[in-house]
């Protein structure tokens, strides 16, 4: 059984900083790709960082620059390290796991999500 378990948000000022964490649990095969995505107050959930495998990046415009993610193979987890924050990336994170918990079958995991908050 996979489980992502999410943590790491909370109430920060504008300008301030946040660091995420997700970690994926159960007995994966492989993992392909690892990606936060958000989901701000009435409207649908985006994508803002992700990361593969081999280590390449990439971002939404709205966060480049400012977030960074990383990963820790060995613990099967993912980090949002969120700089300069603005009101504008409040929102519920969630952490999404794209791989295998068996041979060649790949399936997108999710995280349960948390909060952020930025405040003016």
């Known amino acids: 059984q996979v489980q992502l378990v999410e943590s790491g948000g909370g109430l920060v000022q504008a300008g301030g900083s946040l660091r995420l964490s997700c970690t994926a649990s159960g007995s994966f095969f492989n993992i392909d790709y690892m990606a936060w995505y958000r989901q701000a107050p009435g409207k649908q959930r985006n994508f803002i960082v992700g990361?593969?495998?081999?280590?390449?990046?990439n971002s939404a415009d709205a966060v480049h620059g400012r977030f960074t993610i990383s990963r820790d193979k060995a613990k099967n987890t993912v980090y949002l390290q969120m700089n300069s924050l603005k009101p504008e990336d409040t929102g519920i994170y969630y952490c999404r796991v794209d791989g295998s918990v068996s041979p060649g079958v790949s399936d997108a995991y999710w995280g349960q999500g948390t909060q952020v908050t930025v405040s003016s």
């Open positions: 990361i593969t495998s081999d280590g390449r990046r």
